[in-house]
T-cell receptor, first 115, second 115 residues
Framework: GDSVTQMEGPVTLSEEAFLTINCTYT??????LFWYVQYPGEGLQLLLK?????DKGSNKGFEATYRKETTSFHLEKGSVQVSDSAVYFC??????????????FGTGTQLKVEL | GAGVSQSPRYKVAKRGQDVALRCDPI?????LFWYQQALGQGPEFLTY????????KSGLPSDRFFAERPEGSVSTLKIQRTQQEDSAVYLC?????????????FGPGTRLTVL
């Protein structure tokens, strides 16, 4: 079945540091890939997405590129801020299979950014 | 505009009690999903509705779990004879269309604690 593996946290960085959170996936078809973020006390929010190979999703300074050859969708940001502290989830959704295209999530990576 | 809302936000039940969790999706959204998120884990799919039709219930862990969306809007997830392993956050998400690449919008979740 489909699965998503992402690096374990917590990841602790100083403000303005470079961020990479690794995500790899296993899927039978051609999935769409997503990064969701959960800020403290809030619900899951879509951060960015990519729907086909070589697409780059970007939002709020974050970006991720859909790499079919390495089955990866790593999240990057050039300069993190304290306000980026949150839990980040990588997820995939298979193409139209008639079953609603549920999201399959990784276990989440907690990011802590310190001054 | 209003997002996805869920009620109650917190629910404490004694083992063996029945509970009902409510989801109000974004108005006009065709698709509705329920997910279960255990502590420290990513959300896991439970069931999917397109309008009032339950098209996928493959993620429901047992026949104690039942979901409905009778008028294609509000949905209720019911858990009968709750067990301690049912303790988790239950997330509802809605999506404007039935298309896999469209964004799922999540509610804040209901945290269920079974004593």
């Amino acid at each position: 079945g489909d699965s998503v593996t992402q690096m374990e946290g917590p990841v602790t960085l100083s403000e303005e540091a470079f961020l990479t959170i690794n995500c790899t996936y296993t899927a039978t078809g051609y999935p769409s890939l997503f990064w969701y973020v959960q800020y403290p006390g809030e619900g899951l929010q879509l951060l960015l997405k990519a729907t086909k190979a070589d697409d780059k999703g970007s939002n709020k300074g974050f970006e991720a590129t859909y790499r079919k050859e390495t089955t990866s969708f790593h999240l990057e940001k050039g300069s993190v801020q304290v306000s980026d502290s949150a839990v980040y989830f990588c997820a995939l959704s298979e193409g139209d299979t008639g079953g609603g295209n549920k999201l399959t999530f990784g276990t989440g990576t907690q990011l802590k950014v310190e001054l | 505009g209003a997002g996805v809302s869920q009620s109650p936000r917190y629910k404490v039940a004694k083992r063996g009690q029945d509970v009902a969790l409510r989801c109000d999706p974004i108005s006009g959204h065709v698709s509705l999903f329920w997910y279960q998120q255990a502590l420290g884990q990513g959300p896991e799919f439970l069931t999917y509705f397109q309008n009032e039709a339950q098209l996928d219930k493959s993620g429901l862990p047992s026949d104690r779990f039942f979901a409905e969306r009778p008028e294609g809007s509000v949905s209720t997830l019911k858990i009968q004879r709750t067990q301690q392993e049912d303790s988790a956050v239950y997330l509802c998400a809605s999506r404007r269309t039935g298309i896999s690449t469209d964004t799922q919008y999540f509610g804040p979740g209901t945290r269920l604690t079974v004593l």
